[in-house]
């Protein structure tokens, strides 16, 4: 909750870092990896974006949002 759209742009960013950051940690060079040779994207590493991305949308700004969408919002929603 209370993760704006370019929040979630900037938690899939950080967590897509995670393989790079590891293979730094071990003293891999980057520069010389091959892509077959970096692993995939985990859970792990959404988990840890979540520590250092935090939410920017306050309760009380979601609650003018939702205000505002059901005066002129979508009715499908």
């Known amino acids: 909750p209370g993760y704006s759209g370019s929040d979630m742009k900037n938690l ?5 870092m995670g393989p ?9 060079e980057i520069t010389k990896l091959n892509k077959e ?13 979540l520590q250092e991305v935090r939410p920017s949308v306050s309760t009380s700004e979601l609650g003018i949002y939702e205000e505002w969408n059901m005066q002129f919002g979508s009715l499908s929603i």
């Open 12 to 16: 899939v960013k950080d967590a897509s």
């Open 37 to 49: 040779e970096v692993r995939p994207v985990m859970l792990k590493d959404f988990e840890a974006a």
């Open 20 to 28: 790079l950051r590891e293979a730094l940690q071990q003293g891999v």
